[in-house]
């Protein structure tokens, strides 16, 4: 069945450019009406220009849909709570969320400033934790909402620099899995991209033929999926060059230890059992995990577990 946003009301931040842009395009395209935030500046932070998330606004008007551009700092409680009267003022809801917004300032950790590493996190994961918040409650009381949170490979798995990144980008699963939690029984789906696409951002890293086959628009369709009426919830979506993956976070067969037997040496003996991916689980939640090692623990000692 097609995925459609007919009646939706969508906020992509970042979008005068790269991924944004594509996503908050495709969104129009498809029947939202869309909010298209940007600070406009360089792709370190630096300096502001409401000119992109114009230029996007009329392009999405242009082909007839509907946008609102809105030159927001994210990072910018006062401006994020603005950005969202402005959509409530004009359409009187948000269904949907992308944050996409983000700056890079790479320094290898030895050299790197704590003021970038502030200004990094400060973008990233408090202007993505203003944006959402700022729409928590108006898509609570529709009972209804789709929020994605662009989070990156490098959060996930590392990359040399990118110790403010990310963190930053890390920091975005940790909130994912609370708000999953917080949003599911109001209706609200709570979504992670890792996504890697040709942008300014990623500018010269690749050699060229690299970059022609991993346009933004081989990311967006995974996040329309995302933010779709029968989205998943609390899924990582890699996507890039038109490859679209799950990831997962998994933790192996707990091994217990009895008491006379817990020492570091019989950790170091038997750490390849520790290690195997034999049995590995997906966990639900932080109680999930506690209880099943308590389970675990109450089993190894023959005794009823308390929970
Ligand atoms: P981009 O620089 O092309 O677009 C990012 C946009 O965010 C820019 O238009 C910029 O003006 C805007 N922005 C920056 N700070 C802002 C702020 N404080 N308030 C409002 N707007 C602001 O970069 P992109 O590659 O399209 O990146 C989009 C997102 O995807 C970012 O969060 C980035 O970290 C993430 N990401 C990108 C890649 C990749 O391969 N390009 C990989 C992993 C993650």
Known sequence: ??????????????????????????????????????????GNGAGRSSAVAEAVADEILRAGGE?????????????????????????GRVDILVNNAGITRDKSFGKMDM????????????????????????????GYGRIVLT?????????FAQAAYASAKAGMLGLMNVLHIEGAKHGIRVNLLAPWAATRLTAGLLPQEALDLMGPDTVTPGVLYLVSENAPARVILSAGSGCFARIRLLESDAVFFPPEGRTPEMIAARFDEISSAAGQREVT?????????????AAGLGIASPL
């Not at 946008?67 to 359409?91: N, P």
């Not at 400060?122 to 609570?140: E, F, I, K, S």
């Not at 989070?151 to 990359?159: E, W």
């Open 1 to 42: 069945m097609e995925i459609r946003f007919d009646g939706r009301v969508a906020i992509v931040t970042g979008a005068g450019n790269g991924l944004g842009r594509a996503h908050a395009l495709a969104l129009a395209s498809r029947g939202a009406k869309v909010v298209v935030n940007d600070l406009g500046g360089s």
């Open 115 to 142: 003021a970038d590493f502030r200004k990094v996190l400060d973008v990233h994961l408090v202007g993505t934790t203003l944006c959402t918040q700022a729409v928590w409650n108006v898509m609570r009381e529709q």
């Open 151 to 159: 989070s990156s490979t490098s959060g996930l798995y590392g990359a």
């Open 285 to 297: 939640d932080t109680f999930d995990q506690n209880s099943y090692l308590v389970r675990k623990a």
């Open 67 to 91: 946008a609102i551009a809105d030159g927001a700092d994210i990072s910018d409680e006062g401006q994020v709570r603005d950005m969202v009267a402005t959509a409530m003022a004009h359409w």
